[in-house]
């Protein structure tokens, strides 16, 4: 069972690794998209700060991701993916709701970024029993 189960957390990390790794590395620092962009103008952020803004926070993400690789028995870790994913959500709801209306939208991802936290954090308690 604990061989079991930490195969599953493996899988979590890994897939949260990729997803933080991915959203850093794609839309951030290789094309700039336009909607990462148009987030951070919506913050009031001129044009020259966002974009060094945009490419730290690419770097902080893949970093966040790589932790995930590096600290599988953190809760803490966990917590923050939860915390944050939340706080992403809430933000772009603030800045603009047109984001929820789409096929692909930040909802779906956060919601369920946030809920292979709660199993990961479910499992890891559940491994110290055993």
Known sequence: MTKQLTYILLGIHFCL???WVDQGL?????YHAADEQYLWQAQGIDEIPMLFMIEISGYIEIAFGLL????RQSKILHILNIIGMFGLTLLICITD??????AFNPFVMN?????LSIVALQLLKLKQQL
């Not at 794609?26 to 290789?30: I, N």
């Not at 995930?68 to 600290?71: A, E, G, M, Q, V």
């Not at 919601?111 to 809920?115: N, Q």
Request: aromatic share 14%; net charge positive; proline share 4%.
């Open 111 to 115: 919601v369920a970024m946030a809920m």
């Open 97 to 102: 709701m047109r984001y929820f209306q789409q």
């Open 68 to 71: 995930f690789l590096i600290l």
């Open 26 to 30: 794609v839309p951030k620092l290789l």
């Open 17 to 19: 690794a990729v997803l």
